[in-house]
Structures are given as C-alpha cells and as structure tokens.
C-alpha cells in the first residue's frame, strides 16, 4: 500500500510539473479563437489587406452650399476604386487609394456680365492615387472579444488626372484645357469617415464617405469665384485582409480579450497546480497517519479525544462532554462562579439612575450624573459584574427615531463606563425606543417615567 501511494504521488506531481511547462501557451482552439499572446507582436496579426469599392460621386459635399460651387445643380455619377493598406498599429494605418469615375454637374453660375456661360460640365477622373492615414476606433473593448463596427477616419494627400469638358449655352461640347489630350494633374487632399462591419474572419463590409479637395479651381472647367473645387465619393465595398486565415486581423483584434483570456487561463492552471500539491500532500499525510496507526495501536489511544474537549480519553473523567464546554484537567465542566449582587451594588445603581440626565432630543450625558456613573464603573471593575442597558422613550416623535435616540443613549452610558476602566464585552446596551412603556403617555409624568435607561447588574 505504502509503494503505491509513492507511485501516485509521483505522478501526481508529473502530472504537475506537465502542466506548468504546458501553461506557456493556453489552448485557444475554442474558448478563444481571436487569441494572440498579449504583447508578442505584430507577427501573429494580419496587417497587410486590400479593398475594392464602388459608389456615388457628386460636386456637392457636407461642407459649404451648392450657390458656391461653380455650377448650381451637382449631379451623381458612378465611381470606382481599390486599396492596399499597412496596419501599423491596432488603431493607425496607412493606405494607399485608387479611384476612377465621373463629376458632372449643370447650371454653371453667372459671369460679369450675368449670364450662364456653361449649361453642364462632365470631368473624367482618369485616375487618382493617394496616401491616407486611417486611424481605426473603437477596436479595444473591455466586455466584448470582439468589435463589430469600427468607425475609421482618413487624411492624405495625392495627385490625380482628369479631363474636364464643358457645354456652352450652344450647346457645343469642348475640353476645358485645349493643348494635348485635355487632362490635366493636380494634387488634392482627401478627407474621409466610414464604417467598417465585421462580415467574417478577415471580410469586412466598407462604408464610406470621402471629400477630395483639388488645388485648382479648373476641376469642373469653369474658375468662378475664389475657391478651389471639390467633390465627395459615397462609396461601398469589400476588404479582405491578406495572410493565413488563422491570424487574426490587427484593426479588428481586440487586445483587451487577449490579456482577459491570458489572465484567467493562467489563474485557472495556477489553481490546478495548487489543488494538485495539496491532494499530494493530503496523500503523504495519509499515508503517515495509516503507519502510525498501524505500528502503534497504543499512541493512537493516547492521542484520541472522543468529545473535543482538549483531554485525550484515557486521562478524561467525565467522557462525551457537550461541544464547547470549559473543562479541568481531568475532562470535567468548570464550576460556574456564583455572582452575588448585594444590596449595597443595587443602591449604587438605583443612585445613577435616579441621577441620570441627558440633553433634550440627544444622548450626551450632562455633567452632574457623571459622579453616581462613576461608582457604577468602580463597581463593575471591582467585582467583575456585567451590565444590560436597556433605552426607553415616551411615544413623542416618530417610533423610528425614538428607537435610534433610545439605543444612542444606552451606548453613550455604555461608552462613558469602558472609559472608566469597565469590561466592555460585560456590557450590554439595547435601545426598545417607546415600544415597553410603564406609564401612560398621555400625561407630561407619563411620558417622563416613559423616557428612562434601565441597569440590570448580574
């Protein structure tokens, strides 16, 4: 029997030392599949994706009204475009943007002398490349692993091509820019804001909106007034992200649920360690315990104590005493000491009380009862009696505060005396507020002999 337990205990502590070297990485297969050990880097994530998309664009935008734009009714036109981006951190990226489409608009506004000169524009966006920050929100959450919508913001800078034509009054259409093929380059700067929605592992649906503001005022063809053109791209799309399916997406990846899952996967093994040095140390003291019984059947008499009172039973005389009992030597109940209250105790009790006073409504003690108060104290300290303190009131005010006044006072008493020198676990102080009267209520003597502290001395 001996040999075995020695067997088990050995594995037991394999078992233990197993999981220590295991607890390194904790299985993530099902409890926590977007799980990347927190702060192991970017190699665990996916931060490379690409995005197509498609929309709306128009000269109007969220900024300004149309009577400033060069031409006063904007018209919508099919737009398209693609995207490479580098998530550098969880929150920030870079991405770099493709766009082609058309801007149309009609009803230019009128010249000096004024009259439309231009009945409609159509500019082709031949193409546009740009460099944007995107900066992702809301992708850290404390109570849910993973983020459904993450908002986004981008700011960049680019250049693009276009051909911008327009239509006189006449009705003949010509380009803008009259040398070479027409187009013409410029630098612009995009602004945007979106939704992204998480559709599946590394599928996001993009919405978006996005203000391109051209340096130039030829976009549409017509320069009037004194600011430079401008145009927004509603769009939709697609991202996918670029890797191995098994990583997450870093602008989706919650870090915050990495570190939880860490955290309570780690206490977990560290309380399966320590329940399995326990259960092995549970073990060996079995076994010694079985030994000793075993090979001395006579220490076993001499340490056994059938009723718990501190004596073993072959030395106890009074055997199958009751759970808690003060016992001697031999196992037998201590006397309990006779307390004798003579006349004289009673008298300095009746003396405080007849001295007590408080102030009105409160349960400060006033000056001249402190004397008689005194000798209670003396007394309790001198013969070690105990005390019950029991508050009245008359039935003047609401029951819930005369219950509150009634206990305050019998505690201040009881505060006063431990103060004194007395024992205060030989104290005891209960308020009864006006619910055990002695007299009536209905007279001021009444309710006086009502308003009392009662000592009881045992």
Known sequence: MKTNL??????????????????????????AKDYVKPFSGGGQLRTWSVGVNGGLLTPFTIFGSNNRQDFSHPQEAIGYGAYIKKQILPSFGLQADFLRGKVKGTNSQPDNLGASPYTSYETNINWS?????????????????????????????????????????????????????????????????????????????????????????????????????????????????????????????????????????????????LQREIDAEKAKNDELRNDLN???????????????????????????????????????????????????????????????????????????????????????VDKNFSLKLAGHTDNTGSSELNMRLSKDRAESIKSYLVSKGANASRIEATGYGQTQPIATNKTAAGRQANRRVEFTLY
């Open 294 to 380: 075993t090979t001395n059947a006579n220490l076993a008499k001499l340490t056994t104590d059938s009723d718990g009172d501190g004596v073993v039973d072959v030395n106890d005389k009074c055997p199958n005493t009751p759970a808690g009992t003060k016992v001697d030597g031999s196992g037998c109940p201590l006397a309990k000491p006779v307390i004798y209250v003579t006349e004289e105790d009673r008298k300095v009790v009746k003396d405080a009380i007849k001295n007590l006073e408080f102030d009105l409504g409160k349960s400060t003690i006033r000056d001249h009862s402190l004397p008689s108060l005194d000798r209670v104290a003396q007394l309790l």
């Open 129 to 273: 490349a740009s460099l944007s920050a995107n900066i992702t929100l809301a992708n850290i959450n404390w109570r849910h692993d993973k983020p459904f919508i993450q908002p986004y913001l981008t700011l960049g800078a680019g250049t693009m091509n276009y051909t911008p034509k327009i239509t006189n009054a006449a009705g003949q259409t010509s380009n803008y820019k009259t040398t070479g093929n027409g187009s013409i380059n410029e630098v612009f700067i995009p602004i945007g804001l979106g939704f992204k929605f998480d559709l599946a592992p590394g599928i996001n649906l993009d919405l978006g909106y996005q203000v391109n503001f051209v340096n130039s005022d030829n976009f549409d063809g017509y320069k009037y007034g004194t600011s430079n053109d401008r145009f927004s791209y509603a769009h939709i799309g697609l991202e996918f992200a670029l890797g191995s399916s098994k990583k997450p997406q870093m602008a989706t990846h919650n870090p915050v649920s990495s570190m939880r899952t860490e955290y309570l996967w780690e206490n977990e093994q560290t309380k399966t360690a």
């Open 6 to 31: 020695k067997k088990a205990t050995m594995l037991l502590s394999g078992l233990m030392v197993g999981s220590k070297l295991f607890a390194q990485t904790p299985d993530t297969s099902a409890a």
